[in-house]
């Protein structure tokens, strides 16, 4: 099977730092890649990139067979078909939770609004929300708006998600209902790239785990691989800050998310 999406020599700087160094990284549909790494080592830079949120400035990016650095290429037509969850929530605090759902398909996408209504409500149940489609940001837990952010970018019918460390602006006791959402995307059969700091989560989750360091990918390797028997002495001492992670069940997809 093709790549979906494709990263080949990809290189990023800010001024004269180079935050993203020689990455090459392929992504097949459906798969679900979580990215970890120390702060600062490059992992957020990637999923902005991808959704052209920063420009790059050497090497290739291929989405289904395109290549994204063209200067011809539509980023707004590309992010219809990347959606992308923040830490932050960035709903419309004047607007009703449905109204923000449906200004993506309706101003940008002209949908249908009894169809677009329809898949939002849906989406709402989904999430165990449907009873706060007439309710404001404001009357929300973080919670439920960041499963809020998560359905406003399902609302577009994108190929790929992308999750910018979404749980970590949330209380701990709310951090579950978000992972859960994600973890259903997942069982589902959507394509998903993750940067997070929720190492159970990441073991659970999981086709592949993505090491970054200094901007560089240092290792990728399966799950349960990657926390029982790291393949590099930087990795190693990454996940000696979670070594609880380690004693844990290998757990699958299908399962229950089970956090410490």
Not at 25 to 42: A, D
Not at 49 to 61: D, K, T
Not at 109 to 119: G, I, S, V
Not at 128 to 141: E, M, N, T, V
């Amino acid at each position: 099977m093709s790549a979906l999406i494709e990263f080949k020599g990809f290189n990023k700087f800010f001024g004269e730092q180079q935050v993203l160094n020689g990455i090459d990284l392929s992504v097949k549909s459906g798969e679900v890649i979580v990215i970890l790494g120390p702060s600062g080592c490059g992992k957020s830079t990637l999923l902005r990139c991808l959704n052209g949120l920063e420009a790059a400035h050497s090497g290739s990016l291929t989405f289904v067979g395109r290549e994204l650095l063209d200067k011809a290429t539509d980023w707004r037509e590309v992010r219809q078909q990347i959606g992308m969850v923040f830490q932050s929530y960035h709903l419309f605090p004047h607007m009703s939770v449905l109204d923000n759902l449906l200004l993506g398909p309706l101003k940008v996408q002209k949908r249908d609004r009894c169809e677009a209504r329809a898949q939002a409500q849906a989406l709402l149940e989904r999430v165990g929300l449907a009873d706060k489609r007439d309710a404001f940001p404001r009357q929300l837990s973080g919670g439920q708006q960041q499963r809020i952010a998560i359905v406003r970018s399902l609302c577009m019918n994108p190929k790929v998600m992308l999750f910018d460390e979404v749980t970590a602006a949330l209380d701990p006791e709310m951090v579950k209902e978000v992972l859960e959402v994600i973890q259903g995307l997942a069982r589902e059969g959507m394509t998903l790239l993750i940067v997070t700091h929720e190492m159970a989560f990441a073991r659970a989750v999981a086709d592949r785990i993505v090491f970054m360091d200094a901007g560089r990918i240092l290792e990728q390797n399966r799950p349960e691989i990657f926390f029982t028997n790291p393949q590099t002495a930087r990795a190693q001492q990454f996940l000696e800050k979670f070594s609880y992670v380690a004693a844990l069940p290998v757990t699958t997809q299908t399962k229950e998310l089970e956090l410490p």
